[in-house]
């Protein structure tokens, strides 16, 4: 833009200051409402897709088909295996950039503790999956605790390399020195067996009362929405209760790391495994991840297939309750469930499906509030429209002026597009940022409340409702100069066919 055009673009624009102003409001009304909606849209999808379902995750499970008020797994006359045949297989498609099988306790488990943060023993039902370790490496602080103490033997040089219920004192082939467990005096037992102590056992192990030697905790981790779940809903529940209940405190993940509570393989407070002797082992919590199991804690996968052999038979590790799935990207996640339903004849866990649907309905809503937006700013663009028509006829000497000392039919066209890009650029420009601004103030309300109110906690609750592309603020920009252009293509094509004398004349 030459110096001299822009200096006549900006006087026109001066000269009819109110009229455009009046115009383009309509512009800085929709483009900050396409910019505001399309946050808030990617936002919660991102919560909902990352958070609450992870779209590049596909479990795989056996078909299951309903039979009356009955559902069996595998078909009638059975079907393929999950087991690591099935894990080679998928690790060698393209796409594919982990596969981590998971099994489930598959025999009656208990568990009791918490006393030192709830101020009482508290008892449940044991429900708990094993995952490869290797799965929540990422997610953990101290990924070295979540591991499988008793896999394999540790070689080390020192007492210092071997875990706290071992020594240094062991050898194997070729003289190699390596971890063994210390010997100790398991403690006495209440009548439902229950270990009233843990016995001489140095820092984090305690002495197993089946084996009179020193063991390491079993690590677990769980599921942060199990924890917002009970601060949201199960802690507002039990405030209203009578007795020791009232009085269970809120819990945080850092308040949680590191506490041991007692399990009891082979029985429950329902009933008793059919094979072997019951066992107690301790527990404690290493971390949090959203890949552990959704309602009880996750242990690496080694204890689940050794237990389920002990008391559910031999075999029964060699077979996944489910396989997760991660691809590389969520552009590979559609093809990869073909193949997984096609290919090998297993199904996908409810959660695909959800995500789906889901995902769906969010950019179905985001959509209507885009397409309201849209609608919008048409109307500007036929107010922007109705103002330059306004304007050419009150411009008319003046055009007429300028076409008479030589002035193109383009030229003059170009002039009042111009003019209608800058009305475009600006409005597009307060549109976008009050549509920012707008976001950044119900996120302080989200977050922080207002005058003294303030939204509860609720599982699930994010940080923030809103995620940010820059494509979003090019798009409000771009569409705003675009709808100008559009409303002012009219007067602008009538203002360059205007005949010149007519318009000095005023006929």
Not at 457 to 472: G, N, Q, R, S, Y
Request: one cysteine or more; a neutral charge; proline letters at 5%.
């Amino acid at each position: 833009m030459s110096g001299g055009l822009f200096r006549l673009v900006t006087q026109n624009l001066r000269r009819n200051k109110k009229n455009f102003i009046f115009s383009s409001f309509g512009i800085v009304v929709g483009i900050s409402t396409f910019v505001f909606f399309m946050g808030l849209g990617e936002g919660i999808k991102t919560v909902v897709l990352e958070r609450i379902f992870i779209i590049n995750q596909l479990e795989i499970v056996p078909k299951s088909y309903d039979i009356g008020a009955f559902r069996t797994e595998g078909g009638l006359f059975g079907g393929p295996k999950l087991d690591d045949a099935t894990v080679a297989r998928v690790q060698g498609w393209e796409g594919v950039s982990g596969v981590y099988p998971k099994m489930k306790l598959s025999f009656p488990a208990r568990a009791w503790g918490g006393s030192e943060l709830l101020g009482r023993d508290f008892y449940t039902e044991l429900i708990a999956d094993g995952i490869p370790p290797e799965l929540v490496k990422g997610d953990l602080e101290r990924p070295e605790r979540f591991r499988d103490w008793e896999e394999g033997a540790i070689a080390c040089a020192a007492d210092g390399e071997c875990p706290d219920s071992s020594r240094c004192t062991g050898v194997a082939a070729g003289d190699r020195k390596i971890c063994e467990r210390i010997v100790c005096t398991p403690p006495e037992v209440d009548r439902r067996g229950r270990p009233l102590g843990d016995g001489e056992c140095p820092g984090r192990s305690y002495c197993a009362t089946d084996t009179a030697h020193c063991e390491m905790p079993i690590p677990l981790i769980a599921n942060p929405r199990l924890l917002e779940i009970y601060n949201g809903s199960l802690h507002t529940a039990m405030k209203g209760t009578k007795g020791a209940l009232s009085k269970v405190p809120k819990l945080s993940e850092d308040a949680l790391l590191g506490v041991q509570v007692h399990g009891q393989m082979g029985r429950s407070y329902l009933g008793e495994s059919q094979q072997g002797e019951a066992i107690t082992r301790k527990l404690e919590l290493v971390g949090f991840s959203d890949k552990a199991i959704g309602i009880g804690v996750t242990m690496p996968i080694g204890y689940v297939k050794r237990f389920n052999d002990q008391f559910k038979g031999e075999g029964s590790s060699s077979q996944y309750h489910s396989i997760l799935v991660e691809t590389a990207s969520n552009d590979v996640v559609a093809a990869t469930a073909r193949r997984i339903e096609e290919d090998l004849g297993f199904a996908l866990d409810e959660k695909h499906e959800d995500a789906q649907r889901a995902g769906l309905v969010i950019t179905i809503v985001t959509l209507i509030f885009s397409l309201i937006s849209v609608i919008i700013i048409v109307i500007a663009a036929v107010n922007i429209m109705h103002t330059f028509l306004m304007i050419i006829v009150e411009r008319r000497r003046e055009i007429g002026v300028m076409r008479a000392v030589g002035a193109t039919r383009g030229a003059i066209a170009g002039l009042i597009l111009m003019e209608a890009a800058v009305v475009g650029l600006v409005g597009g420009a307060i549109g976008s940022g009050l549509g920012y601004l707008l976001a950044l103030g119900i996120d302080r309300i989200f977050r922080g409340g207002l005058w003294g109110w303030k939204i509860p906690d609720f599982p699930f609750k994010p940080e923030t409702l809103f995620a940010w592309e820059p494509w979003f603020f090019l798009v409000g920009v771009g569409g705003a100069v675009l709808f100008c252009l559009l409303g002012a293509l009219v007067p602008a094509l009538r203002a360059s066919n205007m005949d010149p004398s007519a318009a000095l004349t005023g006929q």
